[in-house]
C-alpha cells in the first residue's frame, strides 16, 4: 500500500497534510501519535470512508478509487462494530455476506473465524453478553472474513486485559504469517515496539519519524542508557562525572536530591567506575536502574509532553 | 448530599435542551392542539360544521320552508346547495356513504303530513343527534306556523284542548354501520394501528443511528455495501414489519372485536402495503435528519403524536373544525385513515382508494429520497 502526500483539512483544521509512507506486502506496522495528531483520519482515508483532499492511495499498484480494490482491505473501527443483539455465528455470516462471500466459501470462513477467536464453543451466544476481550476478537474477525491482503486496526486493544491483549496479537500473528501487511494505531507503545517491524510518528497532521524502531531510536534519542543511582542521603553536593568525554557533563546529580541520573553509551565499561565515584565521595547505593532507550522516550523525544486534547 | 443529587439533575437538564424542550413545551404544544380541536382555539364561534344535503320527496311549501330553515341554522353546511338538479334519495345516500356530506335529510310526505328520515353515517355519534334535534325543531317550527294550535305553547296552556297534534317523525337510519357486527372499532383499529406504525417506523429507523454511533456503519460501508443498498434494504424491513404488526392488529380485532378484515382483505392489504411502505419511507427520512438516537426518539415523540392528533388517531377528524380537517391532510395519519375508512366503514370499491393510495405512495417514495439524500453525509467525509 502506497500512500503519497495525502491532504485533509476539515474547515481551517488540517487532519492530514502531506503524509506519506508505505505498507509493504506482509508487513506490520504501526501508527502512531497523540490524540488528535490524524491517526483515525487517514485509517478513515485508506478504507475509503474519508475522501482526501489531496494526494493518492494505492494498494498492490492499483489506486483505491478503482472498483474491486477496497475488497483487497480489511477495517477494524475502534468502536466494537458489530451486531450485539445477533450470535458471534450470525456477525460472521452477516459480514462475510456483506463482503460476498456465499454458501460453502461463507460456512469455511465462519468455521475458520470461530476457530481463529477461540470462540466455538460461544458461537451460538449473542456478541452483547460477552466480555471486552471477547467483543474484541468478534470485532477482529468480521473485518478479516474476506481474507484481505491489508488489515487497518484502529486501536484494536483500547479497553482489554493483557490476556486479551496478548491473544488478540497473537491472531494478529497469524493473520501476518499467512502474508496479511497489517496498519493500526495504537496508544500501547510497547506493543508497538514489540509487534511491528516499522513504526511512522504522526504529528499535528504531519509524518514526523518513520523507520524501523532502531532507525528511530538512532534518529532521535541515541542509544545511550539512562542510569539511576539511588543513594543513601540526599546529595550535598553534584559529583564529578569520569564517564563524560565532554565538559558539558563534567558533574552528576542535583544538590539536594536522593538520585542521581546521567546517560552512559557503554554499560559495561562505564556503570562500574560510576559506582565506585559515588563510594569513593561516602554515599552508599541503594538501587541501581538501566533503561535502554523505548519508543516512549522517542515519542515523547518527537512529539513533546505537552497535552493534546 | 440530596441537596447536590437535586442540583446535579437539575444542571444535566438544562445541558440537555432536547429534554428541557420534551419536559416543559411539548406538554404545552399538545394541550395547544387539543385546545384547538375541542375548544376550537381562542374563539369558539369556530365549531365544526355538519355537511348535509337536503332531499325533498315532498315538495310542497311546508317541506320547502323546513329545508329553508335548517339552511339558516350554522352548525350544518349544505353540501349540494348550488345545483339546480334536485337530489335523489338513492345520490343522497351513496354521497353519505362517500363521505361526501356527513348526513342526508330525506323529507318526505304522505296525507299532508310532513316525516323525515335522517340517512346518517353512525361513525360520527355527534352529528346524528345534533342533526335530530335542529330538524324536529325546524319540523315543529313549520306545522305551528301552518297551524298555530298544532303546538303547545303559552297561550294554549289556557286554551281549550285542542285535537291531538300529528306530531312529525325523524327517523335514523344508519346507512354505514347497520350490517356490521362492531362497526367502529374498525376505525380505532385503523386509527391506532397508524399511530403505532409510525412509532415502529421511527424506532426502526433508529437503528440506522444506532450503526453511525458505534462505526458499524462505517465497517459495512467499508465492504461492498451501498448506501442505496443499505437504505432500501431497511426499508424493505420495516415495510415488512409494519405489514405484519397491522395485520396482526386487524386479525385480532377481527378474532376479539368482530371487526370484518376477510370480507375487506383487498382494500386492507392494499392500504396496509402502501402505508407501511410509506411509514417505514418516513422513519428512515426522521432517522436520517438526527445526529443521534436521543434526538431521534424526542423528535419522533413529537412529530408522531402531532401527527396523530391532527390526523385523526387519537381524535376523530369530524370533531375538529374545517381548518383543522384540512390541516390534518398535511399529516401522514389522515390520509391513511381516509383509506381504511372507505375499505372497512364506507366499503368502498378498491378503486375509490386511490386518492390516498396515490399520496401515500408518493410520500413514501419522497420520503426515502430525502432520507438518501440526506444520508449523503455519512457516505464519506
Not at chain 1, 475488497?71 to 462494530?81: C, T
Not at chain 1, 518513520?210 to 534519542?221: A, H, N, R, W
Not at chain 2, 335522517?118 to 325543531?137: I, K, N, Y
Request: hydrophobic share 45%; net charge negative.
Amino acid at each position: 500500500m502506497e500512500i503519497h502526500e495525502l491532504c485533509k483539512s476539515f474547515g481551517d483544521l488540517t487532519a492530514l497534510a502531506n503524509v506519506t509512507f508505505t505498507l509493504g506486502a506482509g508487513e506490520r506496522l504501526a501508527l502512531l501519535g497523540p490524540n488528535g495528531a490524524g491517526k483515525t483520519t487517514l485509517i478513515r482515508c485508506l478504507s475509503g470512508r474519508t475522501r482526501p483532499d489531496s494526494g493518492s492511495i494505492h494498494v498492490e499498484g492499483a489506486p483505491i478509487s478503482l472498483a474491486g480494490v477496497r475488497d483487497m482491505l480489511g477495517l477494524v473501527p475502534q468502536e466494537i462494530a458489530v451486531y450485539r443483539d445477533l450470535t458471534t455465528r450470525e456477525n460472521l455470516s452477516a459480514f462475510g455476506r456483506f463482503y460476498g462471500l456465499r454458501r460453502r466459501e461463507l460456512r469455511d470462513r465462519i468455521d475458520w473465524a470461530l476457530q481463529w477467536t477461540g470462540l466455538q464453543d460461544r458461537a451460538g451466544e449473542l456478541v452483547g453478553t460477552f466480555s471486552g476481550g471477547m467483543k474484541r476478537r468478534v470485532n477482529l474477525a468480521c473485518g478479516v472474513m474476506h481474507s484481505p491482503s491489508v488489515l487497518l486496526l484502529d486501536e484494536p486493544t483500547v479497553g482489554v486485559d493483557p490476556q486479551s491483549r496478548e491473544r488478540i496479537f497473537s491472531m494478529l500473528d497469524e493473520l501476518n504469517s499467512d502474508g496479511t501487511s497489517i496498519l493500526l494505531t495504537t496508544h500501547h507503545l510497547d506493543e508497538a515496539q514489540a509487534r511491528t517491524d516499522r513504526i511512522v510518528i504522526v504529528d499535528k497532521g504531519r509524518v514526523v519519524a518513520k523507520g524501523t524502531f532502531s532507525q528511530l531510536v538512532d534518529e532521535t534519542i541515541g542509544r545511550s542508557r539512562m542510569v539511576t543511582l539511588r543513594i543513601d542521603r540526599p546529595l550535598a553536593a553534584p559529583l564529578p562525572n569520569l564517564t563524560s568525554t565532554t565538559s558539558r557533563d563534567s558533574t552528576m546529580g542535583i544538590c539536594g536530591e536522593q538520585s542521581i541520573q546521567l546517560r552512559i553509551d557503554d554499560v559495561a565499561s562505564q556503570l562500574p567506575s560510576l559506582i565506585t565515584t559515588v563510594h569513593d565521595f561516602g554515599y552508599g547505593i541503594a538501587d541501581v536502574q538501566v533503561d535502554s532507550p523505548s519508543l516512549h522516550h522517542v515519542f515523547l523525544h518527537l512529539t513533546g509532553r505537552e497535552l493534546r486534547d | 448530599m440530596i441537596w447536590t443529587v437535586i442540583f446535579t439533575s437539575v444542571r444535566r437538564l438544562f445541558h440537555n435542551r432536547l429534554e428541557l424542550i420534551l419536559t416543559f413545551l411539548v406538554p404545552i404544544a399538545f394541550f395547544s392542539i387539543f385546545a384547538v380541536i375541542f375548544g376550537g382555539g381562542q374563539s369558539s364561534s369556530i365549531i365544526p360544521k355538519i355537511k348535509v344535503i337536503a332531499v325533498d320527496e315532498a315538495t310542497n311549501a311546508d317541506s320547502a320552508k323546513i329545508i329553508e330553515s335548517l339552511r339558516e341554522c350554522p352548525s350544518l353546511r349544505f353540501v349540494r346547495d348550488r345545483d339546480d338538479e334536485a337530489v335523489s334519495r338513492s345520490a343522497a345516500s351513496e354521497m353519505v356513504r362517500r363521505g361526501i356530506a356527513t348526513m342526508a335529510i330525506v323529507l318526505h310526505g304522505e296525507n299532508n303530513r310532513i316525516n323525515a328520515d335522517l340517512l346518517a353515517d353512525a361513525s360520527d355519534q355527534v352529528a346524528g343527534q345534533v342533526v335530530t334535534a335542529l330538524l324536529s325543531r325546524a319540523m315543529a317550527m313549520s306545522l305551528h306556523d301552518r297551524d298555530p294550535n298544532n303546538l303547545p305553547d303559552s297561550h294554549h296552556m289556557i286554551a281549550p284542548p285542542s285535537p291531538i297534534p300529528t306530531v312529525p317523525t325523524v327517523t335514523v337510519l344508519d346507512i354505514m354501520g347497520e350490517n356490521k357486527t362492531n362497526p367502529v372499532v374498525s376505525m380505532y383499529a385503523a386509527g391506532i394501528a397508524v399511530m403505532f406504525l409510525l412509532f415502529g417506523a421511527t424506532g426502526g429507523g433508529g437503528a440506522l443511528l444506532e450503526e453511525r454511533e458505534s462505526q458499524t456503519l462505517d465497517r459495512l460501508l467499508s465492504t461492498r455495501l451501498t448506501m442505496d443498498q443499505l437504505l432500501v434494504g431497511k426499508w424493505f424491513y420495516l415495510s415488512g414489519v409494519g405489514i405484519v404488526q397491522v395485520t396482526l392488529m386487524f386479525v385480532w380485532g377481527q378474532i376479539v372485536f368482530g371487526v370484518d378484515l376477510l370480507s375487506h382483505m383487498d382494500g386492507f392489504l392494499m392500504m396496509t402495503v402502501v402505508t407501511s411502505s410509506a411509514a417505514a419511507g418516513f422513519g428512515l427520512c426522521l432517522a436520517t435528519l438526527c445526529k443521534s438516537r436521543g434526538q431521534l426518539n424526542g423528535l419522533s415523540l413529537i412529530v408522531v403524536l402531532a401527527m396523530s392528533a391532527l390526523g385523526g388517531s387519537m381524535v376523530p377528524r369530524y370533531v375538529m373544525s374545517e381548518n383543522l380537517r384540512e390541516a390534518g391532510l398535511w399529516t401522514f395519519n389522515a390520509w391513511a385513515l381516509d383509506g381504511y375508512d372507505k375499505v372497512f366503514w364506507r366499503e368502498l370499491p378498491v378503486s375509490e382508494l386511490w386518492p390516498q393510495l396515490t399520496v401515500l405512495l408518493l410520500s413514501g417514495a419522497i420520503f426515502l429520497v430525502i432520507a438518501r439524500i440526506l444520508a449523503v453525509r455519512w457516505e464519506c467525509d
